[in-house]
T-cell receptor
Framework: AQKVTQAQTEISVVEKEDVTLDCVYE???????LFWYKQPPSGELVFLIR??????QNEISGRYSWNFQKSTSSFNFTITASQVVDSAVYFC?????????????FGTGTLLAVQP | DGGITQSPKYLFRKEGQNVTLSCEQN?????MYWYRQDPGQGLRLIYY???????QKGDIAEGYSVSREKKESFPLTVTSAQKNPTAFYLC????????????FGAGTRLSVL
């Protein structure tokens, strides 16, 4: 069975602090994909990143970076120099290759509050 | 602008009533999905559809029904059999040509009167 665990329910930081959101996943499949989505107060989920199981390179996009470690089944997300606009719920998700579709298994989300 | 449109934004259901949530996409995506989100929980898959006139149950399909008569549209009906319908409903779509990344609409918040 597949499972995603986001142990941090809520995190509060002050603007300009760095913050890391943890994600631990479980799957027996060798081919799988990991995702991060952002859900601002408006409700729409915004896609941030997709990583496949064969690519363990870390990725950086502006103030965002992701650390994928298969040895610990983790796919952590770091925001550097956080800003108030980063306040949102962040979801980590897992999918197993299924051909034409992509059934996502979501974690319970981490609510990030960035205080000015 | 390409995207996914969900309507209405807010919906109220009376006891014993069926209600239908609309989801339309102009991204030319093949697959469409419906998720339910409850407070403090992740999203759970209700139904998904890979092509027109075909759909499959997700993890929590009981009390819901869907149709896929057009590629652009995937409406979700919350039937009276769904005893706890209050939730936030999100529609998504994807295509293999874009790595099957799911893109989401803005959601519909359903409450029971």
């Amino acid at each position: 069975a597949q499972k995603v665990t986001q142990a941090q329910t809520e995190i509060s930081v002050v603007e300009k602090e760095d913050v890391t959101l943890d994600c631990v996943y479980e799957t027996r499949d060798t081919t799988y994909y990991l995702f991060w989505y952002k859900q601002p107060p408006s409700g729409e989920l915004v896609f941030l990143i997709r990583r496949n199981s064969f690519d363990e390179q870390n990725e950086i996009s502006g103030r965002y970076s992701w650390n994928f470690q298969k040895s610990t089944s983790s796919f952590n997300f770091t925001i550097t120099a956080s800003q108030v606009v980063d306040s949102a719920v962040y979801f980590c998700a897992l999918s197993v290759y299924g051909g034409a579709t992509n059934k996502l298994i979501f974690g319970t989300g981490t609510l990030l509050a960035v205080q000015p | 602008d390409g995207g996914i449109t969900q309507s209405p934004k807010y919906l109220f259901r009376k006891e014993g009533q069926n209600v239908t949530l609309s989801c339309e996409q102009n991204l030319n995506h093949d697959a469409m999905y419906w998720y339910r989100q409850d407070p403090g929980q992740g999203l759970r898959l209700i139904y998904y559809s890979q092509i027109v006139n075909d759909f499959q149950k997700g993890d929590i399909a009981e009390g819901y029904s869907v149709s896929r008569e057009k590629k652009e549209s995937f409406p979700l009906t919350v039937t009276s059999a769904q005893k706890n319908p209050t939730a936030f409903y999100l529609c998504a779509s994807s295509t293999p040509g874009d790595k099957n990344i799911q893109y989401f609409g803005a959601g519909t918040r359903l409450s029971v009167l």
